[in-house]
């Protein structure tokens, strides 16, 4: 595999020469060989790396889930390193009057309520609005072969919710790029330098994998991560934050996990196998499912997240899994890009026919002209 990044510095540094650079970046920002993006850039010839920026979890990657992160100066380069999660979640102008090109080098997982994708949008909006180019140096990510989950519905947008798109939309950062300047019709100077990969399903090896953000510490849990996100909106369950197995296991207290895993592998979900699993936090006894990801181009991680919380309403009731305390409706609502999903569950209606209400076909047909690989 070549990175964009790679690519970009071995086939087009013309794009590079006597430039005022920016990056948007994060501790995966890695090329083939194990170096940073802003590394190779500082070092580049002719080449002025003049500011970073970051998203989520901030650019050396030790902030905690929804943590604000101030404004440094690089410890080693006396340059700016803008947080663009929190209070900005966009460069400025002035910001922007200081660049002659800013370059985005994410490790994203194709899926809307990570948040990088919004970052994302916001940089592209904001380099459209001052007139500054945009490179993307694009990767491959764990989801780019699925599409799977409710399309963002009016009235849900939000900074876990901005992608116009399925909740898992198979796009990579390039992709998405290039998707966004169609559908939106956005007048952007905007280059994508793809990487080199074999096809969209991405197997890659443990030793290539750096962690984008705190919780997402190998490529298992970045599949498993759509799988078990909506339950940080519901707080009586633990989904492993801060655990050995943060997003591949979950449970609560008075469940069955051996009942839940027998359930679970009698849906026939495809891809996907699950194991009983008890665990201890802060005095409670959890009881619940850990989840095996066998075949990851097969599997639809969110139909099997719909699955899993059916499973629990089926041991725990409705008000079991919707009525604890703590609940946050709103933003499982934010996380799904729906109530759809939190209604039909209430309801009792089966995970089989919520799903079955997703229609990713119109999005399939307008993502073709965006793909780059396979």
């Known amino acids: 595999m070549m990175t964009g990044m790679d690519r970009l510095l071995s086939d087009d540094p013309v794009l590079l020469h006597g430039r005022r650079v920016g990056l948007l970046a994060h501790p995966a920002s890695l090329n083939a060989g194990g170096r ?6 500082w070092s580049f010839p002719d080449c002025h790396l003049a500011a970073l920026f970051s998203p989520e979890h901030g650019y050396f990657g030790g902030a905690g889930a929804g943590e604000a992160i101030p404004e440094i100066r690089h410890p080693a380069w006396d ?25 985005i080098d994410l490790q994203d997982l194709s899926t809307r309520c990570y948040t990088y994708v919004s970052s994302l949008m916001e940089v592209l909006d904001a380099c459209e609005g001052e007139d500054v180019p945009v490179i993307v140096t694009d990767r491959p990510t764990p989801w780019m072969q699925c599409v799977d989950g409710p399309d963002l519905h ?9 992608f116009p798109g399925p909740m898992v939309y198979g796009l990579t950062p390039g992709e998405v790029a290039r998707y966004l300047s169609d559908t939106l019709g956005l007048r952007l100077d905007l280059t994508v330098i793809p990487a080199v990969v074999k096809d969209r ?24 991560y759509p799988m078990t996100v909506g339950f940080e909106a519901l707080p009586a369950f633990s989904h492993g934050r801060g655990g050995p197995m943060p997003f591949e296991w979950v449970g609560g207290e008075g469940v069955d996990g051996q009942r839940l895993a027998d359930w679970l592998n009698e849906q026939n979900l495809a891809g996907v196998a699950f194991h009983p699993h008890w ?26 997240a719909v699955a899993l919380l059916d499973g629990f309403r089926e041991q ?23 109530n759809q999903v939190r209604d039909g569950l209430e309801a009792g209606i089966a995970w089989q026919d919520i799903v079955a209400e997703w229609d990713t076909s119109a999005f399939r047909t307008r993502r073709e002209k965006a793909l780059l690989y396979g």
Do not use: N
């Open 154 to 162: 009016p009235g849900f947008t939000s900074f876990v919710g901005q």
């Open 201 to 224: 399903i991405w197997e890659v090896p443990a030793w290539r994998w750096s962690a984008p953000s705190p919780g997402i510490r190998h490529l298992h849990t970045a599949w498993c």
């Open 36 to 41: 940073h993006s802003a590394e190779l850039l």
């Open 79 to 103: 340059i700016p390193v803008y947080s663009l999660y929190g209070g900005q979640a966009r460069p400025t102008a002035a910001m922007l009057r200081e660049l002659d090109v800013l370059i």
């Open 316 to 338: 725990l009731g409705p008000e079991g899994l919707w009525q604890s305390a703590g609940l946050r409706r709103d933003f499982f609502d934010q996380l799904m890009g729906t």
């Open 279 to 304: 665990q201890i936090e802060t005095g409670r006894v959890l009881g619940g499912v850990r989840i095996s990801v066998m075949e990851s181009g097969i599997c639809q991680p969110v139909t099997t």
